[in-house]
């Protein structure tokens, strides 16, 4: 594993602990890094041996319905090499449910070979809006050996939804050098009564509360859980209602500040922490983000610097403590 790899998994595993949820990772890292590895290796034409079929990626980590279940379960069958029992089980879905994406987007790559592009290709004229679909698309096209072709239709991936869960996976894929996913604000004392539920219904409960609060926190937990779900630009909306119900927050501004975090330009995420860092030096919320994102960068020295900081401004608070636990395991990365 490459150690980008090696550093997004310790980093979101991490996070997720602190954060006090159970998130899907399949967005962030998929089902396991030897298969996120490979296929990044494949996006930048350095993977060996024969064409394999594509891989699949319906991304449906932000609903948690009987449909998204029975998703989710056709698409594990497919991951671990059973495609016709796959094929026959997306299949169904979309005999209950003719307008299910996501179902035909599966079945076409069940079907592999068999009219796959076309197909993919077809679904992704008719949902101009759907960024799953060029995802997808991409992957059979690069399964062909169409890099370029792949790669156009994951950039158009990222613009068709740039809020879809999917637009995260084709951003990936378009910076194979990078560790997949983003970094993301981590709250502290993440409320226990929503953190058992389904991701939708966490996001229905703390939208309602949200807007009934005059509280920076009540934002910032919504943003919080909307980044774990993919939906980046909704996170990002909602970390700057916090700023504006309380522009004095350091934590808003942090928030705020990772929620512009773009591997295209990262600047616009430092930009704003650098001068919190200035101006709060023993901030440890400011210091541990800061050094999260310079793991992003595979800064590890700056990284180790700034968590230290974090970790020696509150030793025994959530941040201090988060930063402590990375930078013991960050001890065995050289």
């Known amino acids: 594993m490459s150690q980008r790899a090696r550093i ?16 899907g990772g399949a967005l962030l890292l998929g089902d396991d890094s030897d298969a996120a590895a490979e296929q990044t290796g494949a996006a930048t034409g350095t993977g060996a041996g024969q064409p394999e079929p594509p ?39 979309l005999a209950r449910d003719p307008g299910s994406v996501e179902a035909a987007i599966g079945a076409a790559v069940a079907a592999w070979p068999e009219g796959t592009v076309r197909t993919l290709q077809q679904l992704a004229d008719e949902h101009p809006e759907s960024a799953v679909a060029r995802l997808n698309l991409g992957l059979a096209l690069l399964a062909e050996g169409d890099l370029e072709g792949a790669q156009a239709a994951w950039r158009d991936a990222e613009t068709a939804d740039p809020d879809a869960p999917a637009a995260l996976s084709a951003e990936d894929l378009l910076n194979p050098s990078s560790p997949p996913g983003r970094p993301q604000f981590y709250v502290e004392s993440y409320p226990t009564d929503v953190a058992g539920m389904g991701i939708d219904d966490r996001i229905a409960t703390l939208t309602r509360r949200a807007e009934r609060s005059d509280r920076a926190r009540a934002w910032l937990l919504l943003g919080s859980t909307l980044e774990q779900a993919g939906h980046r630009v909704s996170a990002r909306v909602a970390y700057d209602r916090a700023v504006r119900v309380d522009a004095q927050s350091v934590d808003a501004r942090v928030a705020a500040a990772v929620g512009r975090f773009d591997k295209d330009t990262p600047s616009d995420a430092f930009s704003r922490l650098g001068p919190l860092a200035r101006d709060h030096p023993d901030a440890a919320v400011v210091r541990y983000h800061l050094g999260l994102l310079l793991l992003w960068l595979a800064n590890l020295d700056e990284a180790r610097k700034q968590l230290t900081l974090a970790r020696d401004a509150e030793p025994d608070g959530f941040y201090g403590r988060q930063a402590d636990r990375l930078l013991t395991r960050l001890a065995g990365i050289e």
């Open 8 to 23: 997004a998994l310790l980093v979101v595993a991490l996070g997720l602990v602190a954060a006090g949820v159970a998130v």
């Open 55 to 93: 891989a699949l990626e319906l991304a449906v980590i932000d609903r948690d319905d009987a449909q998204a279940r029975s998703l989710r379960r056709a698409e594990g069958l497919y991951e671990r090499g059973d495609p016709e029992e796959a094929q026959r089980r997306f299949e169904e879905i």
